[in-house]
């Protein structure tokens, strides 16, 4: 078994690189099996967990992907088969974007139903709502989701109850192939959405409004392959930004997108750290002391969710009371149990966590619950006392490339260690461990 071993007091200093994003690259590959002609070449792919599986699910269906640097090379001309079974849904939620794919390219998509996961239960009703509105026809037995149509798609106006990311995305690739236009309501608006829309867009689809909260598609006989490069991660970014502010470091995230993480810069800045947007990227400075704020996670433009868990090892060490409400999943304060492990004053009251700030925090044995609650407990051992162990590590090896290296370069006292002994992990044996 794999653990991070953290030893806290170490102030992080220099300057770390931010991958492309996991959540717009998933649907990106995904959206590549939509192309009948040409080849999908994508650039700065990271060497993710997630993305192995998306590869895997996409070679399993039958497309030729070959993966090597930072690109994928995806090449879906041939026949594809048009099911994903369990093995590869169980290790990834997301592999559930290449129903809207297979749905509009062959008019069929079988695909294991995800089922609930730590952070909520997560169904995917609006993916299908938005399917059956344009003329699929939806069937859930036997542990799979079936979606079918014998006729072309046909456009149709479609509101989702809620600004669901992988329903819009869903709904933008089915639509692309559909007769006539969809016009999704309530679409979600993260820049990963706008990713995959400029994606389909360069494949020759006709996609205006992604974005906004109303986004129209003009369904299109074909699509092919192109070139295209992924946006960077303003989670992988933010996760950086905070270690510099925790620590009382002075960090440059290059890459970072300071337009994709306002909402988390405005409450830094509000807690006392200084934010510089730089030609390269972001420079974060650390206060002496830091200041408590409040924080309610929302469909973007809103504070993102994929921060909550850092931000409250943020405020563990800033000083007074502040309260964080988490609106989009209803379970996502698993860490909740694992920070007070190491000495953290923390009270759940419904949706809202209590955060009693600073704490003194000691390095203790914590599980990572989700893959940010992952990163927020090695953030939390930056600055504990002590050493901090932590385990489960499959889940953070889904969302961050090299953490423990990066945090290395930038100064922190971290390892990653198997069995007791200290390894240098390759980006093939984390496939094989996963
Ligand atoms: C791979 C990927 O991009 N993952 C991101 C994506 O997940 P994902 O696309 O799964 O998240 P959604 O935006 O769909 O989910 C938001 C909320 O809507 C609910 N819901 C969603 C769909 C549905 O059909 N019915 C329904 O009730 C969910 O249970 C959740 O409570 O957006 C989340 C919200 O920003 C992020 O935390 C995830 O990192
Ligand atoms: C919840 C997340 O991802 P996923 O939707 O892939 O589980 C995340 O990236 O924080």
Known sequence: MENIIVRGGR???????????????????????????????????????????????????????????????????????TEAPFEYVRKMRASVLVLGPLLARYGHAKVALPGGCAIGSRPIDLHLKGFEAMGAEVHVGNGFVEVSTRDRLKGAKIYLDMPSVGATENIMMAAALAKGKTIIENAAKEPEI??????????????????????????????????????????????????????????????????????????????????????????????????????KTLPHPGFPTDMQSQMMALMLQASGT???????????????????????????????????????????????????AGAALILAGLVAEGRTRVTSLHHIDRGYVDITEKFANLGADIERVIQGETTIITEVQQVEVQ
């Open 11 to 81: 102030q992080l200093n220099g300057t770390v690189r931010v991958e492309g994003a996991k959540n717009a690259v998933l649907p990106v590959i995904a959206a590549s099996i939509i192309a009948s002609e040409g080849k999908s070449i994508i650039h700065e792919v990271p060497a993710l967990a997630d993305v192995h599986t998306i590869n895997q699910v996409l070679t399993h269906m039958n497309a030729e992907v070959d993966y090597q640097g930072n690109t994928v090379v995806v090449d879906a001309t041939q026949p594809l088969l």
């Open 194 to 295: 706008v990713d995959l829309a400029n994606y389909l867009n360069k494949m020759g689809a006709k996609v205006v409004g992604a974005g906004t909260e109303t986004i129209k598609i003009e369904g299109v006989d074909k699509l092919q392959g192109v070139e295209h490069t992924i946006i960077p991660d303003r989670i992988e970014a933010g996760t950086f930004m905070v270690a510099a502010a925790i620590t009382g470091g002075n960090v440059l995230i290059e890459n970072a997108e300071i337009e994709h993480i306002r909402a988390l810069v405005s409450k830094i800045e509000e807690m006392g750290v200084k934010v510089i947007e730089e030609k390269n990227g972001i420079r974060v400075i650390g206060p002496r002391r830091l200041k408590s704020t409040d924080i």
């Open 322 to 372: 502040g309260v964080i409400t988490e609106t989009v999943f209803e379970n996502r304060f698993m860490h909740v149990e694992e920070f007070r492990r190491m000495n953290a004053k923390l009270k759940i009251e419904g949706r809202s966590v209590i955060v009693e700030g600073p704490v003194n925090l000691q390095g203790a044995e914590v599980a990572a619950t989700d893959l940010r």
